[in-house]
């Protein structure tokens, strides 16, 4: 598996780091900072859509997302 960085305009290029070449945590690390039920979901995360949902139509200060690492690579 591979990690990359996009370009974010086109004088840049991707770089693309093989996730072997990263401490042994980072993966777990990231699965829980991004989407911490990414083992018990099929893609996408109904309570957390549902939670997104509830914090955007009621909460006026900090409001969470919903999106799975799937979705972001999918996105991507």
Known sequence: SLIGR???NS???AIWIDIKEFPDPLPRLIIEAEDRNFYYHIGFDPLAVYSSLV???????RRGGASTITMQLTRI
């Not at 914090?55 to 200060?61: Q, R």
Request: overall charge negative; aromatic content about 8%.
């Open 6 to 8: 996009l370009p974010t």
């Open 11 to 13: 004088d840049q290029v």
């Open 55 to 61: 914090s955007h139509l009621f909460s006026d200060g």
